[in-house]
């Protein structure tokens, strides 16, 4: 018998494993955040006294941990095993409910958001990233200009809309509020405050060279005037013999040194010494390289002619 009851709650065990699992797959839609071992007060939603609570389709009974009191239910010393969802009953009938997360906040101390802005301009987004290992669930939201929350995108990052004037002096920072679930029931929170400013990364510059002689032009995205966002330039160039890469001065012609086969270009707001854009990728500049390049193609035209002539005979 006592064998039996034993197996039974074995099972059982399994079995409550098997449901906690399913606790979050995503952020519940109501939920506190508790820290370990603190007391909290769940409210049901109704004037109604006379309600009774759920948790895991178990109804509560009071105990020295648990309080009920009306429409309200204390826990004491939150446990690991007690986050979850609580839901409360009047006449067998659903009422409300309450999630209860466990908040690791205090606990988290190596995580930063990091976040970026190609332009000043509102038109385009902030992109953001947050991450911490054993949490599975994040989001971002804009508090200063009260935005809703965002859920990273197909790339993982956050991509925030903002309200900053581009043209006025920014008088308050941005305040990006970050959100995380973790499957077993865990949360945390972190704030971040920016000036939209500090976080300029401008896109890769755009670069064309003829004969040697190089033109740069802002990234399609970067503000304008240019006169008014003016761009310091860093140009590297590689060897033509050892494929050494180096930093590369161009000449008054704005022509890059001979002896050079590829260069890239990265940018910076000059007036705020921004952060530095990607590296554009190389570009070809040797003229013999793409004489070669031409050299082939018309080689190929050659040989089609040739073949077609054949097919023609
Ligand atoms: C909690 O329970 C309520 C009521 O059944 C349900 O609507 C809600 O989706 C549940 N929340 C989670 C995160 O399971
Ligand atoms: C921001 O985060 C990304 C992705 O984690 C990382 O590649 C990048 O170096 C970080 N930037 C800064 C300035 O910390
Ligand atoms: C900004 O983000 C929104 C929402 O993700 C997106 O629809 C929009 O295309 C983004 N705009 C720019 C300029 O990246
Ligand atoms: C901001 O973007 C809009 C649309 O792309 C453009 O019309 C406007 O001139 C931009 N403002 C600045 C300061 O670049």
Redesign the pocket.
């Not at 064998?3 to 709650?9: G, I």
């Not at 997360?101 to 976040?115: A, W, Y």
């Not at 990273?152 to 995380?180: C, M, R, W």
């Given at each position: 018998m006592s064998r039996m009851s034993s197996a039974l709650s074995a099972i059982c065990i399994v079995f409550l494993g098997i449901m906690r699992v399913s606790a979050v797959d995503t952020f519940p839609k109501k939920f506190v955040a508790v820290q370990m071992n603190s007391d909290v007060t769940l409210h049901c939603d109704t004037t109604d006294q006379d309600v009774t609570w759920q948790y895991d389709s178990d109804e509560l009974e009071a105990s020295e941990d648990i309080r009920l009191e009306g429409n309200k239910l204390i826990l004491k010393r939150i446990e690991e095993e007690q986050a979850g969802n609580y839901t409360c009953w009047r006449n067998n009938e659903i009422v409300d409910y309450t999630y209860v997360l466990l908040d690791m906040t205090s606990h988290i101390t190596d995580l930063t958001i990091n976040c970026t802005a190609e332009?000043?301009?509102c038109?385009?987004n902030i992109s953001c990233n947050m991450n911490q290992p054993a949490f599975n669930y994040f989001r971002l939201r804009n508090k200063r200009d009260n935005s809703n929350w965002v859920m990273p995108s197909e790339d993982g990052a956050f991509h925030l809309t903002h309200s900053t004037n581009?043209?006025a002096e920014e008088a308050k920072q941005l305040e990006v509020i970050g959100e995380a679930v973790s499957s077993s029931d865990r949360y945390f929170k972190i704030s971040h405050n920016f000036y939209l400013r500090d976080i300029i990364k401008p896109a890769c510059p755009e670069v064309s060279v003829n004969k040697r002689k190089v033109n740069l032009a802002p990234p399609p995205t970067w503000?304008?005037p240019t006169s008014y966002y003016p761009l310091d330039h860093e140009i590297q160039c590689k060897n033509l013999d050892d494929g050494k890469e180096k930093p590369c001065d161009l000449d008054h012609d704005n022509k890059v040194p001979k002896g050079t086969s590829e260069l890239r270009v990265r940018c910076r707001d000059s007036l705020l010494l921004s952060q530095w854009s990607d590296w554009t990728p190389w570009h070809n500049v040797h003229k013999n390289r793409r004489n070669n390049r031409k050299e082939g193609k018309r080689m190929g035209r050659k040989e089609t002619a040739k073949n077609g002539k054949k097919r023609d005979s």
């Amino acid at each position: 018998m006592s064998r039996m009851s034993s197996a039974l709650s074995a099972i059982c065990i399994v079995f409550l494993g098997i449901m906690r699992v399913s606790a979050v797959d995503t952020f519940p839609k109501k939920f506190v955040a508790v820290q370990m071992n603190s007391d909290v007060t769940l409210h049901c939603d109704t004037t109604d006294q006379d309600v009774t609570w759920q948790y895991d389709s178990d109804e509560l009974e009071a105990s020295e941990d648990i309080r009920l009191e009306g429409n309200k239910l204390i826990l004491k010393r939150i446990e690991e095993e007690q986050a979850g969802n609580y839901t409360c009953w009047r006449n067998n009938e659903i009422v409300d409910y309450t999630y209860v997360l466990l908040d690791m906040t205090s606990h988290i101390t190596d995580l930063t958001i990091n976040c970026t802005a190609e332009t000043f301009n509102c038109t385009f987004n902030i992109s953001c990233n947050m991450n911490q290992p054993a949490f599975n669930y994040f989001r971002l939201r804009n508090k200063r200009d009260n935005s809703n929350w965002v859920m990273p995108s197909e790339d993982g990052a956050f991509h925030l809309t903002h309200s900053t004037n581009p043209y006025a002096e920014e008088a308050k920072q941005l305040e990006v509020i970050g959100e995380a679930v973790s499957s077993s029931d865990r949360y945390f929170k972190i704030s971040h405050n920016f000036y939209l400013r500090d976080i300029i990364k401008p896109a890769c510059p755009e670069v064309s060279v003829n004969k040697r002689k190089v033109n740069l032009a802002p990234p399609p995205t970067w503000a304008k005037p240019t006169s008014y966002y003016p761009l310091d330039h860093e140009i590297q160039c590689k060897n033509l013999d050892d494929g050494k890469e180096k930093p590369c001065d161009l000449d008054h012609d704005n022509k890059v040194p001979k002896g050079t086969s590829e260069l890239r270009v990265r940018c910076r707001d000059s007036l705020l010494l921004s952060q530095w854009s990607d590296w554009t990728p190389w570009h070809n500049v040797h003229k013999n390289r793409r004489n070669n390049r031409k050299e082939g193609k018309r080689m190929g035209r050659k040989e089609t002619a040739k073949n077609g002539k054949k097919r023609d005979s």
